[in-house]
């Protein structure tokens, strides 16, 4: 059964890849919610501890991921405006 935990942590994860390419590439995060990107990064913060806590493998390493994503997009995003 943790086929299902990699299969999801992989989906979603690689879901956040193409707009991470995006704002990194062009710069422009205007059309970005900044509030949409400041509670999602603490949520993932937090699967992320809770990921270590727990010893789940698939949930730590895709929230470890997303994490640095989501970050630079909301990074960007400051910078930005």
């Not at 992989?10 to 193409?18: A, G, R, W, Y």
């Not at 990921?51 to 995003?77: C, E, F, Q, R, S």
Request: charged share 10%; glycine share 6%; proline share 2%.
């Amino acid at each position: 059964m943790e086929w299902v935990g990699w299969a999801a942590a992989i989906l979603t994860t690689v879901s956040f890849v193409p707009q991470a390419v995006k704002v990194i590439q062009t710069r422009d995060t205007a059309s970005i919610s900044l509030w949409m990107y400041i509670l999602f990064t603490a949520g993932i913060a937090c699967w992320l501890a809770y990921g270590l806590i727990i010893g789940d493998v698939p949930m730590t390493a895709a929230n470890a991921i997303t994490l640095v994503l989501a970050t630079i997009i909301l990074v960007t995003k400051v910078r930005n405006g």
